[in-house]
């Protein structure tokens, strides 16, 4: 890069930083490896607007720290702030932590991999979800379908209880079975753990594979996601972000959700570890209607299925499959990303939204219940969404319509059994 690059890069983010209500202290400007490119795609002050805010909050006691990752049509922005660790040690925050992502292992695991077996012809949306599970019956359940299950409309409770205490994957899927509805399937939108526990047993019964193997051979092998998966092994343990203090010691590469880590740390709607530049292979691949570096993943049409709405319009909550769209749970969006991106969060402050029509994507993971639960991201998430917007060059937000993109009609599968999206080829 020239001197001349150099300076007016410098000059802008500085001029941004003094224009905006920063944390006591000096805020770095950006340093990227091509400036003169990033700021032809992002605004040199809105990036830092967002390090400001990363780091009001950071000084506000709401995170230790986190990784924040901006991508529009292959060109990103990508920054750790703050600390990975407070105790016992401190450890400062690097791009390549790696994160308990808590619930977008719904997004990230689960309703992928019942994409994959619906896409196959193994399973069919709108069939019960006793066809695969027969035990989950009685109590007002015989009525949901898969297409319930991972929209979060099939009126099961918030989750599992766990009092009195109980351990093993195998208890958690009997519990589920036996919870009652509270509301009549596909009427109204409750979001529930049990729907996504359910699903993890079914693709476990119909692959013939637990989650955490079909995932890393059908998912995160293919798109070279190599810091993914559940239960991270020993050698990468320096490397997590540390949730809270169980028992004498941090949870750190153990789940922090308690339900997951009954069940013996492999769940479907917690458990999964990632890193934000794994994160941005998969929205890479989303964003390609499937396809990343040459390897299909999904073909268009399931990618469709996935990330149009899938609830009913008697629903308020607009769901896809698995994704979010738009319900109390899309502050990601912020302001201006227009309703029909979808996205979805994670407990412990993490977070990804993805922006097909400016073909752009925002992750912001963090460790807000480190050292205690006392964190909050949700402010922050939700202003890191309006200022991503704002960053992107040549894209005006508010000029969009609000739409909210139907459901494609299903394709018929080619073996005939059923509705689904044609297997990619």
């Given amino acids: 890069m020239t001197k001349r690059i150099q300076l007016i890069w410098r000059l802008a983010a500085g001029l941004a930083a003094a224009a905006i209500a920063a944390p006591a202290g000096e805020i770095e400007s950006p340093q990227p490896r091509a400036p003169q490119q990033l700021t032809s795609v992002f605004r040199a002050e809105k990036l830092a607007e967002i390090d400001a805010a990363i780091e009001q909050a950071i000084a506000q006691k709401k995170l230790p720290g986190g990784v924040f990752w901006i991508e529009r049509?292959?060109?990103?922005?990508?920054?750790?702030?703050?600390?990975?660790?407070?105790?016992p040690v401190e450890e400062p925050m690097t791009e390549d932590t790696i994160f308990d992502v808590a619930s977008l292992t719904k997004v990230l695991a689960t309703a992928p991999a019942i994409m994959l077996l619906l896409q196959r012809g193994k399973l069919e949306l709108d069939a019960s979800a006793s066809t695969y599970l027969p035990a989950f019956k009685g109590q007002g359940k015989d009525g949901i379908t898969l297409r319930h299950l991972l929209t979060h409309t099939s009126g099961l409770p918030p989750g599992l209880s766990r009092d009195p205490p109980w351990s093993g994957y195998r208890t958690a899927i009997e519990m589920a079975c036996a919870e009652p509805v509270l509301t009549t399937p596909g009427t109204a939108f409750h979001y529930s753990d049990i729907n996504y526990i359910v699903l993890c047993e079914i693709v476990q019964?119909?692959?013939?594979a637990h989650l955490e193997e079909f995932a890393r051979q059908e998912l995160y092998q293919p798109l070279k996601?190599?810091?993914?998966?559940?239960?991270?092994?020993?050698?990468?343990?320096?490397?997590?972000?540390?949730?809270?203090?169980?028992?004498?010691?941090f949870l750190r590469?153990?789940?922090?959700?308690?339900?997951?880590?009954?069940?013996?740390?492999?769940?479907?709607?917690?458990?999964?570890?990632?890193?934000?530049?794994?994160?941005?292979?998969?929205?890479?691949?989303?964003?390609?209607?499937?396809?990343?570096?040459?390897?299909?993943?999904?073909?268009p049409a399931t990618v469709r299925l996935m990330t149009t709405v899938q609830?009913?319009?008697?629903v308020?909550?607009?769901?896809?499959l698995g994704w979010d769209i738009d319900s109390p749970y899309s502050g990601p969006r912020g302001a201006l990303f227009p309703v029909g991106s979808y996205g979805h969060t994670g407990w412990t402050g993490t977070s990804?939204?993805?922006?097909?029509?400016?073909?752009?994507?925002?992750?912001?993971?963090?460790?807000?219940?480190?050292?205690?639960?006392?964190g909050d991201v949700v402010p922050l998430r939700r202003r890191l969404g309006t200022l991503a917007a704002e960053a992107i060059v040549g894209f005006d937000f508010t000029n969009i319509t609000p739409s909210l993109p139907k459901a494609p009609p299903l394709p018929a599968l080619p073996n005939g059994s059923g509705p689904g999206p044609k297997p990619a080829p």
Avoid: C
């Avoid at 049509?73 to 105790?87: F, I």
């Avoid at 029509?357 to 460790?367: D, E, G």
């Fill in 225 to 249: 996601m190599i810091d993914t998966g559940f239960l991270p092994p020993a050698f990468k343990t320096d490397r997590i972000a540390p949730t809270e203090r169980v028992g004498d010691s």
């Fill in 311 to 314: 609830t009913p319009p008697t």
């Fill in 205 to 208: 019964r119909v692959s013939g």
């Fill in 316 to 320: 308020q909550a607009s769901r896809g």
């Fill in 73 to 87: 049509n292959g060109v990103a922005y990508h920054k750790a702030y703050g600390k990975r660790s407070l105790l």
């Fill in 352 to 374: 990804l939204w993805i922006v097909p029509s400016s073909r752009a994507f925002v992750i912001f993971l963090s460790n807000r219940n480190h050292p205690t639960g006392q």
């Fill in 253 to 299: 590469g153990g789940v922090h959700d308690p339900t997951a880590r009954f069940m013996g740390g492999v769940a479907g709607h917690a458990g999964l570890f990632t890193t934000a530049a794994d994160m941005a292979r998969f929205a890479r691949m989303m964003l390609n209607t499937g396809e990343l570096e040459g390897v299909r993943v999904f073909a």
